[in-house]
């Protein structure tokens, strides 16, 4: 072994959002973990800026809730689209890229989506990481690897250095939508396809004026997409084709709708738009999260991002159990089993909703599911979760899974600023208000916490719902059976692969 080599649980590669997220949730669980990216920091250009609240429970698991900044859409600001003749000029309908929630009084979450530029986010991630332990290896790109029965080995390069070898028991490939790790493995893809290509620019411009009403997106005639990443950076989305910096003044002051104020042009941008989802998200010890795994439009959802960083999450636990010997590797299976069909619903409901610019092909004809049920009510079905029938629908709104296993666990507030959620995510927890179950828990290893709100969680006082590492319920049992403790071992025991 040469002086540079290095040993390591889990090898990530890729320095995204997906990527830098799996390092953040494995670090935070304890795993030693390194991180290569090829680039040296995050992309001047970002692309995603809205992250769902979802993202956002998980970000306030790991202790990063107080450091997202303020933003105007974390107020409520800029998530509506109309489309228009242009900034100041007049606005016509309000196109929906989602569609619109139904009225409801139900708090489904102790925080709110976040409007944060990528090229913000992202180092907010990678910093909480590094903090956390994580070994993250800037410009440095993997150049091969290989699997056997025991690990991976990769050997990678640093800037103008000699290439070393990363010896892992498992790699994550966070590499993006292109995926050579994907491609090396052969796994196939399913979906549209390429649809589009797409041009942008993004600028400086005092703006902010005229952003009224929630409404931040906007779609003008004969123009394009603009929209802003709401820290005074906007940007417009093109048809493809060459523009030099005299057409993009025009096509910025066009859409504006005003030429007497100072723009800058800070980068431009060509995106291929695509939407396909990995037929396998795992070979070997080697798994695929987000773009690598899924490449989901940016419309009618945002689900590219946020999507890929719940991956990272369900596998960071799953393999810090089996790492720390808690677990059989079988649990690693479920990974595929409960993220690729939430990643093939999400392509669905794209193509299910109006795009409001009619250029993806057909739409496809399927039952529509409002954000809230996509973002705290999909549901999975694995063999770490027992109870999940066949015949329920993939989502549904919180209220009426009622504490469903395969789902994630309810939000109620325990004490101010305390929410349910709150309790899960270190551990296995059993919610229950029995002395017996309590015994029952001790006995199985497993946390105890006592819940007023039962009712939530779909149990009566003598229930208990087992609550997994990822704040998704493993099993319930509504009433309580003449064997507590078997009845909970035994689903503990079967949900969690476990090893004892
Ligand atoms: C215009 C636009 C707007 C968007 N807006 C949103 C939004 O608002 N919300 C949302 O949720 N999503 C949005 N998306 C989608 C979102 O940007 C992507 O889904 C997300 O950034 C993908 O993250 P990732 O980490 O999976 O992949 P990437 O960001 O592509 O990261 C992959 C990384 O792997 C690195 N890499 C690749 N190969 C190697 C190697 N061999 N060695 C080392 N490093 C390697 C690359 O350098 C790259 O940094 C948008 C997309 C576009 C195009």
């Given at each position: 072994m040469k002086a540079t080599d290095v040993k390591t649980s889990v090898l990530v590669v890729g320095g995204g959002l997906a990527?830098?997220?799996?390092?953040?949730?494995?670090?935070?669980?304890?795993?030693?973990?390194?991180?290569?990216?090829?680039?040296?920091?995050?992309?001047?250009?970002p692309r995603a800026v809205g992250f769902?609240?979802?993202?956002?429970?998980?970000?306030?698991?790991?202790?990063?809730?107080?450091?997202?900044?303020?933003?105007?859409m974390s107020r409520g600001f800029g998530v509506r689209r109309v489309r228009a003749e242009s900034l100041v000029g007049e606005?016509?309908?309000?196109?929906?890229?989602?569609?619109?929630?139904?009225?409801?009084?139900?708090?489904?979450?102790?925080?709110?989506?976040?409007g944060v530029a990528q090229d913000r986010m992202e180092p907010l991630l990678r910093d909480k990481a590094r903090e956390l332990g994580a070994d993250i290896r800037m410009s440095t790109r993997m150049l091969e690897f290989s699997q056997d029965d025991d690990g991976?080995?990769?050997?990678?390069?640093?800037?103008?250095?000699?290439?070393?070898?990363?010896?892992?028991?498992?790699?994550?490939?966070?590499?993006?939508?292109?995926?050579?790790?994907?491609?090396?493995?052969?796994?196939?893809?399913?979906?549209?396809?390429?649809m589009h290509t797409s041009r942008s620019v993004l600028f400086r411009a005092e703006l902010q004026q005229y952003l009224k009403d929630g409404i931040g997106q906007f779609v003008i005639d004969d123009v394009g997409f603009l929209t802003t990443y709401g820290d005074g950076r906007w940007v417009l989305m093109l048809d493809d084709g060459e523009y030099d910096e005299a057409e993009l003044r025009r096509k910025i002051f066009q859409a504006i709708g005003r030429d007497d104020l100072d723009v800058e042009i800070v980068t431009t941008g060509k995106w291929t738009i695509s939407a396909s989802v990995a037929d396998r998200f795992s070979a070997g010890r080697v798994f695929l999260a987000g773009d690598a795994a899924h490449t989901l439009p940016p419309s009618r959802g945002g689900f590219g991002a946020n999507v890929g960083i719940e991956d990272a999450h369900n596998l960071a636990w799953k393999l810090a159990a089996v790492l720390a010997g808690e677990s059989r590797a079988e649990l690693l299976d479920t990974y595929d089993a409960e993220r690729r069909p939430v990643a093939t619903l999400c392509h669905q409901q794209i193509f299910a909703r109006n795009d409001g610019h009619n250029r993806d092909g057909e739409a496809e004809e399927a039952t529509l599911y409002d954000n809230n049920a996509m973002h705290f009510g999909v549901l999975y079905r694995s063999a770490a979760v027992l109870g999940a029938g066949e015949d329920l629908p993939p989502a549904r709104l919180p209220e009426q899974w009622n504490g469903q296993p395969g789902t994630r666990a309810p939000h109620a507030w325990i004490e101010p600023r305390k929410s349910t959620l709150d309790l899960f995510q270190r551990g296995w927890v059993l919610v229950a208000d029995h002395p017996q179950w309590e015994e029952a828990a001790q006995r199985a290893g497993v946390a105890c916490e006592r819940v007023e709100q039962l009712d939530l969680f779909g149990l009566s006082e003598k229930g208990a719902s087992l609550v997994r590492p990822d704040g998704y319920v493993a099993w319930r049992s509504a009433d309580l059976p003449d064997d507590p403790a078997?009845?909970?071992?035994?689903?503990f025991s079967a949900t969690s692969a476990g090893t004892r």
């Open positions: 990527g830098t997220s799996a390092a953040l949730f494995l670090a935070w669980r304890g795993v030693d973990v390194v991180l290569v990216e090829k680039h040296p920091g995050s992309s001047p250009h769902n609240a979802r993202v956002g429970e998980l970000l306030r698991a790991v202790g990063l809730e107080d450091e997202l900044p303020e933003s105007r606005k016509y309908d309000e196109t929906f890229w989602t569609p619109p929630a139904e009225l409801s009084d139900v708090e489904y979450s102790p925080v709110r989506g976040v991976v080995t990769a050997v990678v390069q640093g800037d103008g250095g000699e290439p070393y070898e990363i010896r892992a028991d498992y790699l994550v490939a966070a590499d993006g939508h292109r995926s050579p790790v994907r491609e090396q493995l052969g796994i196939t893809r399913t979906g549209r396809g390429y078997g009845a909970l071992e035994s689903a």
